[in-house]
């Protein structure tokens, strides 16, 4: 890993984090990055740093470019631990003129490492410093994806520092998108916008509103996590676009836990039903795919059918926690079902509609129990209900 010149006199000089697996709850099956990036003028400005673990690969790549002593200005887009984690021992080795953070980062800064010293400079939209030669203007963000998050544009470069947005999380030995397949960066940047953003989906719509009023010419995103959009950036903004819209397409999740298989038989009954009216199926245990897999796959798909066994009463926990999860990242539009096997109190699929009904997705039929094992004729309850859903997700179109 080494320090890269991204544009003129801009260096990425973040850190590869190939082992994370586990982000607040995201699986991160192929790690991630923390991108800083240093500007270097007469001013000398950091962009961001990097979790606790790596700081010493962000000193390291920085003293490949200069003493970080040297730094003047530090810009804090968001303090989330992941950017800001090695700050305190940053601002120790740089002692900054200034910090450059929105009101709220401020507060987030003061609250996270009680150091009020600290030399604060708090800008809002529209601010601009001067380097030298080139200009940061500053864009807040509020909630994308803390209250305290801000863009840093750098004008003359034609360069976006967006923070978490456009963001991914793919580690990588390289640094741009135009050297990774577009398929695996869309699919790896639609996960991160399901599990990260969906939740202020309303929220990215008002930016990239405000964005296209304000005329960015932008030529280059560099984001906190994953690979710099330098080829198409307007490829991830129309993206965003489209996944801020919450659009779907005929898809059909059935995400089902089972005890002894009968609820495993019933949801691919289901599946049989909805695939006999030609809609897209995903057939997902919740024993085998991690919720922030469900997730993503929950982005375009029109429904979900939920099932679970009934255990003590309750729906299995698995399911509790995938439904719990769907719920804060708030779907719009979806519609649903329910289903479950169970032995003799069966409270399982009427807990489900529950859920459902909170997360906000509307329940277009009857939920299903079946008691023990289905038989000819409940495997045909299940096809049929399949087929209930599958009707209303062409009908909704
Ligand atoms: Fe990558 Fe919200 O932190």
Redesign the pocket.
């Known amino acids: 890993m080494t320090a890269i010149e991204v544009k003129k006199d801009v260096y990425w000089v973040g850190a590869v984090d190939w082992n994370v697996r586990d982000f607040h709850g995201y699986s991160t099956e192929r790690g991630t990055t923390y991108n800083a990036y240093l500007i270097k003028d007469e001013k000398v400005a950091l962009v961001d740093t990097v979790k606790h673990d790596f700081k010493s690969d962000l000193v390291h790549n920085i003293r490949q470019l200069m003493d970080p002593a040297d730094i003047d200005y530090i810009i804090v887009n968001?303090v989330?631990l992941?950017?800001s984690g090695s700050l305190p021992m940053m601002v120790d080795l740089i002692k900054p003129e200034k910090i450059f953070c929105t009101a709220n980062g401020k507060r987030a800064m003061i609250s996270h490492f009680h150091r009020e010293d600290w030399p604060f400079e708090v800008v809002k939209t529209g601010d601009e410093i001067c380097l030298g030669s080139q200009t940061v203007r500053f864009i807040e963000t509020k909630m994308l994806?803390?209250p305290d998050s801000m863009f840093s544009y750098l004008v003359e470069e034609k360069l976006l520092f967006s923070s978490?947005a456009f963001?991914q999380h793919l580690a990588s030995s390289q640094r741009f998108d135009d050297q990774l397949p577009l398929d695996e960066l869309l699919s790896s940047a639609a996960k991160y916008y399901a599990n990260i953003l969906l939740v202020f989906s309303p929220l990215v719509q008002k930016l990239l509103a405000q964005v296209k009023e304000m005329g960015l010419d932008i030529e280059m995103i560099a984001p906190?996590?994953g690979p710099i959009w330098r080829s198409d950036p307007g490829l991830i903004v129309s993206s965003y676009e489209r996944w801020s819209r919450q659009e779907t397409v005929n898809k059909v999740l059935v995400v089902y836990d089972t005890m002894w298989k009968s609820t495993e038989k019933m949801a691919k009954s289901i599946c049989a039903g909805l695939e006999n009216e030609g809609v897209e199926v995903r057939l997902m245990s919740a024993r085998i795919c991690h919720r922030s897999d469900i997730m993503a796959e929950m982005l375009d798909a029109k429904a979900i059918i939920v099932g679970s066994a009934t255990l003590n009463n309750n729906i299995m926990p698995r399911i509790a926690d995938i439904l719990t999860y769907v719920k804060g990242l708030r779907p719009l539009g979806r519609i649903g079902a329910s289903f479950g096997s169970f032995g003799w109190s069966g409270e399982a699929v009427r807990q489900l509609d529950g859920y459902l009904e909170d997360i906000g997705v509307d329940v277009v039929a009857e939920g299903l129990r079946i008691k023990n094992v289905p038989d000819h004729d409940g495997y045909k309850k299940c096809v049929e209900l399949g087929a209930a859903v599958g009707r209303a997700v062409i009908e909704s179109k």
Do not use: A, L, Q, S
């Open positions: 968001h989330e992941d950017h994806h803390w978490d963001g906190d996590h």
